[in-house]
């Protein structure tokens, strides 16, 4: 997951994970709504592909393929493998650039854990019986949050002062969350949504998980990822990337051109102005 905070005039692309393959979707204009350009295919993703989490300050992009972690420049260069966990289902990523750790969901192990961004130092943060779905992290605040048994909880990113921000409920099936990615927000009223898969929603509350919204979705959302006000969020049934303007509530859907019809598993942001200090790859 990106989070420099761009401010809301600055371009960025979309990182799509558009199984098997990893696309990326430049934004080419912000005027409401935004423009698009053509998808480009940044590599091969595999046929387990899932989560995605991009470091834009070094030029990466992560995710997840079964129980592997891979890695690859963002022009698609220096593809390999960092983390081979057999015993996993790594099932949601996020990424801190700045103390380069990964943070990732097992659903078959049940935990939420962390691992340096060449591979190692692999640990457990959450030892925790029931579905593990969605994680997030808001580094600049030192900040992480993950969806156990529907709830979404808030911790430190050592997983201490754990606390229960939105409670579960027997209707949901909460998946994926994300930060909204603004510089005009303050600590105070950022904002976290995530997919509830089985309602056909996306909800987005404060970080205290109060001033809840609500908005529709035409299929099963599927992941979720949100820059400058838009969320934008993959779908099963149809298959799609769409937007939705957290301002006015209006929608679209992104012309995915050729992939139009790929099973639209992650997505992730690449934010223009977090890559002024990018490498090719590592």
């Not at 969350?177 to 309602?199: E, P, V």
């Amino acid at each position: 997951m990106s989070l420099c905070f761009p401010d809301t005039d600055t371009l960025y692309s979309l990182v799509v994970v558009a199984r098997p393959d990893i696309l990326k979707v430049p934004v080419i204009s912000n005027v409401i709504p935004p423009r698009y350009g053509t998808p480009i295919e940044i590599t091969y993703g595999g046929n387990q592909s899932r989560a995605i989490a991009v470091d834009a300050v070094h030029g990466v992009v992560y995710w997840t393929d079964g129980g592997l972690i891979k890695r690859a420049a963002l022009d698609g260069n220096y593809s390999h493998v960092i983390l081979d966990a057999v015993d996993a289902d790594l099932t949601r990523l996020a990424v801190d650039p700045i103390k380069e750790k990964i943070y990732f969901t097992d659903f078959t192990g049940e935990t939420a854990g962390m691992v340096n961004t060449d591979g190692s130092g692999r640990q457990a943060l959450f030892n925790e019986t029931g579905r593990l779905r969605g994680i997030a992290v808001d580094y600049k605040a030192g900040l992480l949050f993950r969806i156990w048994k529907q709830s979404i909880h808030r911790s430190n990113l050592d997983g201490s002062e754990d606390i229960e921000i939105v409670s579960s409920s027997n209707t949901t099936w909460r998946k994926v969350l994300a930060i909204n990615c603004n510089s005009k927000n303050t600590t105070n009223n950022k904002k976290i949504c995530w997919t509830d898969y089985r309602m056909k929603i996306i909800e987005c509350s404060d970080y205290n998980g109060d001033n809840r919204d609500v908005y529709n979705t035409t299929g099963w959302p599927l992941a979720l990822q949100m820059a400058n006000d838009v969320i934008y969020y993959t779908q099963h049934h149809p298959n799609s990337v769409n937007t939705i303007q957290l301002k006015d509530g209006n929608r679209s859907v992104i012309d995915m051109g050729p992939y139009n019809g790929r099973r639209m598993i992650g997505i992730d942001i690449i934010l223009a102005d977090c890559t002024t200090a990018a490498t090719s790859g590592r």
